[in-house]
């Protein structure tokens, strides 16, 4: 790498200058100078005058490069530490762009969208509200042999429980404990176990563990079941239950949550709402009135301007 050439250069990145830096060999140069002098300490001795001058002009050149070198390595770390600073500015200029672009296009969004979305989940409300009277009414007055209605937002959010379901059966031949009253079946290293050390028999002995030493254990022909269990029903959080506030400080509530699910209370708090309208721009609560003196005048000069 040609360092001067590339110190010439007034637009270099950071990179290109610290591989410049990292390629300044001071100690290679110093070494090379020690060499030359000690030829020329030699040549001192022994050497003629036309030696010495040469000998001579080439440790100048060394140390000169030295010199050079040093020189190069000041101002490479000097535009360095510029050239990291301009970069991370410049990062930092692209970050604040980018994010300020994301940010206004969130913003863009929440305020066209958010209205849109509350209209939506208000008439959603009101709409299962009113199914649910509606719902409610007809489980009063049932036609004969006709099923109970469900209520809507229960009939798509709940989870309803279900009975026992087999999923498979099949004849297994396991180790279980002999002496139990009940059908223990053993892990399944213990069936390896058990089927490597008695092959050919349908009984066997594990080790207990204490005292006694051995437990009974006999291969038995049983059904293993695979099933799920029965489940109950469980019951979502109502839609009702959520918050939404207005899209503004000042702004009503679009719906103020409520955990009870009576119709009648939620088509209540919708009217309620319905009725309530943003706060003023400006609340006369919080004026206030103050006396200036006019730019330019005395006190006396406005005093007299007011009569």
């Known amino acids: 790498m040609d360092i001067f050439k590339l110190l010439r250069r007034q637009s270099n990145t950071a990179a290109d200058l610290k591989a410049a830096l990292a390629a300044i060999d001071l100690d290679g140069a110093e ?15 022994d050497g003629t005058d036309k030696e010495l001058a040469a000998v001579e002009e080439r440790l100048a050149a060394a140390y000169r490069h030295i010199e050079r070198l040093g020189a190069a390595k000041e101002e ?31 913003a863009k969004l929440l305020t066209t969208r958010y209205p849109a979305i509350a209209r939506d989940f208000i008439g959603l409300l009101k709409t299962l509200a009113e199914a649910q009277l509606a719902v409610d009414d007809a489980n009063q007055r049932l036609p004969d042999g006709a099923a109970p209605l469900m209520d809507p937002e229960t009939a798509v ?24 009253p009940d059908i223990r079946v053993l892990p399944p290293e213990k069936q390896d176990e058990l089927n490597t050390r008695f092959p050919n028999s349908d009984r066997g002995s594990i080790h207990s563990g204490s005292a006694v030493g051995s437990t009974e254990v006999v291969k038995r022909r049983v059904i ?21 506030p207005g899209l503004k400080v000042g702004d009503p509530y679009v719906w103020q949550a409520s955990t009870n699910p009576d119709p ?20 006369q609560a919080d004026v206030r009135v103050e006396y200036i003196e006019p730019s330019g005048q005395g006190a006396d000069a406005s005093l007299e301007t007011a009569e």
């Open 31 to 45: 070494a090379v100078a020690e060499g030359i002098e000690a030829e020329r300490k030699r040549i001192l001795l």
């Open 76 to 106: 490479l770390e000097r535009r360095i530490e510029a050239a990291t600073a301009a970069e991370t500015q410049q990062e930092r200029t692209v970050q604040y762009a980018s994010a300020k672009a994301q940010a206004d296009a969130a």
């Open 157 to 180: 959010r709940a989870l309803l429980g279900q009975p026992e379901k087999t999923l498979e059966e099949v004849k297994v031949s396991v180790w279980c404990f002999a002496n139990s």
């Open 224 to 244: 293993r079941r695979t099933y799920v269990p029965r489940t109950n029903n469980t019951w979502p959080a109502r839609l009702a239950a959520i918050d939404l």
């Open 264 to 283: 009648r209370l939620v088509l209540a708090n919708l009217a309620r709402l319905a009725a309530m309208r943003p706060a003023p721009a400006i609340n």
